[in-house]
């Protein structure tokens, strides 16, 4: 049975503990799959002009574009050369739901994640969107420091 490995990635240096950590656990485990996720942060309960709802659903496009080509594309290049099994994802949405709901619709075992440093204090031990999905999600979550 194939493991499945969930890695969210934030577009910092952050995220890059957290692909070699999954690479080096998909390594042990033998016969894994890694999906690499990246989350843009979008809320639906935007108030907006109507020019600017107009225009959301290309930039939504343009943002899913640019984060494979800039986080996802390369991380999952990193992992494929290494021999490993690996694919992206970029949705929009609440981090820790999205996160999560992309590890139930793939059935994946775990959810590794880095922890943020920027911030307030609640920040600098988890980030809001590391706390909040440790707190919600349906499989184990891996914070990586």
């Known amino acids: 049975m194939t493991t499945t490995l969930v890695i969210g990635l934030d577009g910092q240096g952050s995220g890059d503990r957290a692909l070699a950590f999954a690479k080096d656990l998909a390594i042990r485990i033998g016969d894994c799959e890694l999906l690499v996720v990246y989350v843009i942060e979008w809320s639906p309960f935007s108030f907006q002009t109507a020019e600017e709802n107009a225009l959301r659903h290309k930039r939504r496009e343009a ?27 970029v949705r929009h949405g609440d981090v820790a739901d999205t996160l999560n709901r992309i590890c139930e619709e793939e059935k994946g075992q775990q959810i590794i994640v880095c922890r943020a440093s920027e911030g307030g204090f609640a920040k600098r031990i ?3 969107s590391t706390a909040n ?13």
């Open 133 to 145: 999905l440790v707190m919600s999600a349906t499989v184990p979550v891996t914070v990586i420091a």
């Open 126 to 128: 988890f980030g809001s």
């Open 63 to 89: 943002e899913i574009t640019t984060a494979h080509e800039r986080v996802v594309d390369p991380a999952v290049e990193t992992l494929t050369s290494a021999g490993l099994t690996a694919r992206g994802k």
